[in-house]
DNA sequence: TGTACATCAGTGAACGCGCGTTCACTGATGTAC
DNA sequence: TGTACATCAGTGAACGCGCGTTCACTGATGTAC
């Protein structure tokens, strides 16, 4: 195994400013304001100095989103798996909304750029990429995979476990959007009505 | 009443014009290519002349703001008030969810910009707000009493009709979302999951 | 260890671009008599 | 009805701005002998 010469740790330090630069500006001011240039500013380096680390703004997008997914995995990590399956779904829509909460603008980034699901895929990819531990689709596939095994889901025809997954991301989605852009301005106790909301729509799957 | 003149009916009809063309480049090519210029050149006019009707490029904005929510009270108005409250809610949000998938930049601009909700009010603004026939909240509000009405869905402590039209209204708008992004590209059908996911979220709305 | 050379992260100036907005103007449409 | 004047929708050129990207460069860090 290499140890990295100096000059490479600096290399890399400076990648992590550059990104890191990044999700503040989407943190403080919004995903539209995110530049080449005002990462440079906010580094104190010339806008020119980044092209050493990234091919185009592009790439640094890129990298962001792949940070971002990152994060919101880090987040969903803390729920569980050993809970019992309609409480392990109600906790990870739960983490979703406090990820949304505690990084907004870092949500909005991911919500515009690129909702962390599946691309462009068959059932048998998914299927297969719902191993993945720590991706967060495949978190919530393999939630609702044990729902229906244990019974608490009902799988009908037309509705299995793909469509009972991209219910509860769109329920969890919204949530998240409307919680975001109206929390505290209105008169609503969004985390105690969203626990319930998720609480009746998992029952409502189970019972149909 | 006083008949318009020659210059006022040509005044609007390029008012008109400036908006359609809005929405047109909305439709095309995404909220964040919409500019005065691309208006002026789609209309043939020269930027400049935008001035004439309207004061900034914030003001046509919001006029279209104005349009895509009346446009979507149009989308919604199709779903009969005489439907019995479960299937009515039901409906509504497949009208929200055709609406999506009918005009998807559209949805996107209105989603984006400002989604049609109350903005920043009390619990009694939103009750009074709700006589308002056109307005979609309130519409889904009046659907969601009904339903409370005719013992269809079950009010439990902290989670009230506000609490409900903000669950449902989430859902319809997640829904919307992953399907703008996906439709077509997984192996779904999605009016048929969508149809299914909202009965069993009212179901488990009425059960608890 | 000391010296000569190679690497390459970061610089600073410049490029062309599209943007929103302003300004003095023109010329067809509308009005007063 | 005809003429003289007023209005004002639309023009075209220009403004300053921030953007992403390019380029020849410099000078500290790293390497070979």
Redesign the interface.
């Known amino acids: 195994m290499k140890t990295r010469t100096p000059r490479e740790r600096r290399q890399e330090r400076t990648r992590h400013d550059i990104l890191t630069a990044a999700i503040d500006i989407i943190a403080e001011d919004g995903a539209?304001q995110l530049s080449l240039r005002e990462i440079a500013r906010r580094i104190d380096y010339s806008p020119a100095a980044l092209y050493r680390h990234f091919d185009s703004k592009e790439a640094i997008v890129d990298a962001v989103c792949n940070e971002a997914n990152r994060r919101l995995g880090d987040s969903l990590a803390v729920v569980p798996e050993t809970l019992p399956p309609v409480e392990y779904l109600i906790e990870l829509g739960m983490a979703y909304l406090r990820f949304a909460d505690e990084n907004p603008q870092h949500f909005h980034f991911i919500?515009?750029w690129q909702?962390p699901?599946?691309?462009?895929?068959?059932?048998e990819d998914i299927e297969q990429a719902a191993d993945n531990p720590d991706d967060p689709f495949s978190r919530l596939y393999r939630g609702i995979q044990r729902g229906i095994d244990a019974g608490k889901l009902h799988v009908?025809p037309?509705?299995g476990a793909?469509?009972m997954a991209?219910?509860v991301?769109?329920?969890?989605?919204?949530?998240a959007?409307?919680q975001t852009?109206?929390l505290g301005?209105?008169?609503?106790?969004f985390p105690?009505?969203?626990r319930?909301?998720f609480?009746?729509?998992?029952?409502?799957?189970g019972?149909?």
């Open positions: 539209d919500a515009t909702i699901m599946p691309p462009d895929v068959t059932r009908r037309g509705y793909l469509e991209f219910s991301w769109a329920l969890a989605h919204g949530m959007v409307l852009q109206r301005r209105m008169p609503i106790d105690a009505a969203n319930q909301a609480a009746d729509f998992i029952t409502g799957m019972s149909a």
